[in-house]
C-alpha cells in the first residue's frame, strides 16, 4: 500500500468536514433568506374622507399594525387632510345622507339638522362606549412609529398651513412619495 494515498478513515473525516461548512453555510443563507422574507412588514393607508366615521379606520388600523411592529404611513389627501388639522378634527361629522347603515331613509336624513344630530348621536355612543377621540387616536398613532403624511398639493388647494397640524405630522408630502412607500408596502389601503 502506497504512503500517497490517504487512508479510508482520513476521507471520510475530510468528507464529513466538508459536509458540516456546507451544512453551516446552507443554515447561514437560510437564515439570511428568513431575515429577508420576515423583516418588518409594511402598510400605506390613505385616507381621502374628513367625515367623523371616516377618520376612526384608518387610526385605528395603522396604531394598531404599528403596535405589532410594523412600518406604517397614512398619507392624508382632500377631505383626509382635516383628520390632521388640530381644531377640524375635534369638530368631524358624520353625514346622515347616503350611509347606507344610517337608520333612516336618505330623504329624511337630508331634512335640515339631521347631520348635527346624527353627529351627535355618535359623540354620545364613542363617549358612553369610551372609545378614543380622534386626538387620542392621533397620539397613540404617533407614539407607535406611525408617520402621517399630509398631501402637498392638498395643502396648497385647501390653503392649509403646516403649523395647523398636529405636532409630529409630516407635511409637504408629494404623491411620488407616497407612491414609493406604496410600491415597497406588504398592505396598501384606500379609506
Same mark, same amino acid.
Given at each position: 500500500?502506497?504512503?500517497?494515498?490517504?487512508?479510508?478513515?482520513?476521507?471520510?473525516?475530510?468528507?464529513?468536514?466538508?459536509?458540516?461548512?456546507?451544512?453551516?453555510?446552507?443554515?447561514?443563507?437560510?437564515?439570511?433568506?428568513?431575515?429577508?422574507?420576515?423583516?418588518?412588514?409594511?402598510?400605506?393607508?390613505?385616507?381621502?374622507?374628513?367625515?367623523?366615521?371616516?377618520?376612526?379606520?384608518?387610526?385605528?388600523?395603522?396604531?394598531?399594525?404599528?403596535?405589532?411592529?410594523?412600518?406604517?404611513?397614512?398619507?392624508?389627501?382632500?377631505?383626509?387632510?382635516?383628520?390632521?388639522?388640530?381644531?377640524?378634527?375635534?369638530?368631524?361629522?358624520?353625514?346622515?345622507?347616503?350611509?347606507?347603515?344610517?337608520?333612516?331613509?336618505?330623504?329624511?336624513?337630508?331634512?335640515?339638522? %339631521? #347631520?348635527?344630530?346624527? *353627529?351627535?348621536?355618535?359623540?354620545?355612543?364613542?363617549?358612553?362606549? $369610551?372609545? &378614543? @377621540?380622534?386626538? =387620542?387616536?392621533?397620539?397613540?398613532?404617533?407614539?407607535?412609529?406611525?408617520?402621517?403624511?399630509?398631501?402637498?398639493?392638498?395643502?396648497?388647494? %385647501? #390653503?392649509?398651513?403646516? *403649523?395647523?397640524?398636529?405636532?409630529?405630522?409630516?407635511?409637504?408630502? $408629494?404623491? &411620488? @412619495?407616497?407612491? =414609493?412607500?406604496?410600491?415597497?408596502?406588504?398592505?396598501?389601503?384606500?379609506?
Amino acid at each position: 500500500m502506497s504512503t500517497d494515498t490517504p487512508s479510508t478513515a482520513e476521507a471520510d473525516e475530510t468528507n464529513e468536514t466538508a459536509l458540516r461548512e456546507r451544512i453551516e453555510q446552507l443554515e447561514g443563507e437560510l437564515a439570511d433568506l428568513k431575515d429577508e422574507i420576515g423583516g418588518q412588514k409594511k402598510m400605506t393607508i390613505i385616507a381621502t374622507k374628513g367625515t367623523l366615521d371616516m377618520a376612526y379606520p384608518p387610526l385605528i388600523l395603522a396604531s394598531t399594525a404599528a403596535a405589532f411592529g410594523w412600518d406604517v404611513v397614512v398619507f392624508h389627501t382632500f377631505w383626509g387632510l382635516d383628520i390632521l388639522h388640530e381644531k377640524k378634527s375635534k369638530n368631524l361629522k358624520l353625514s346622515a345622507v347616503g350611509n347606507p347603515s344610517m337608520p333612516m331613509p336618505n330623504a329624511m336624513a337630508a331634512l335640515p339638522g %339631521m #347631520d348635527s344630530m346624527a *353627529t351627535k348621536m355618535m359623540q354620545k355612543k364613542i363617549e358612553e362606549n $369610551g372609545t &378614543a @377621540t380622534i386626538e =387620542e387616536l392621533i397620539d397613540v398613532s404617533l407614539e407607535t412609529g406611525v408617520e402621517l403624511q399630509a398631501c402637498q398639493m392638498t395643502m396648497e388647494l %385647501m #390653503d392649509y398651513d403646516e *403649523t395647523e397640524f398636529y405636532d409630529g405630522v409630516v407635511s409637504g408630502v $408629494g404623491a &411620488a @412619495t407616497a407612491l =414609493e412607500h406604496m410600491a415597497e408596502a406588504d398592505i396598501q389601503l384606500l379609506v
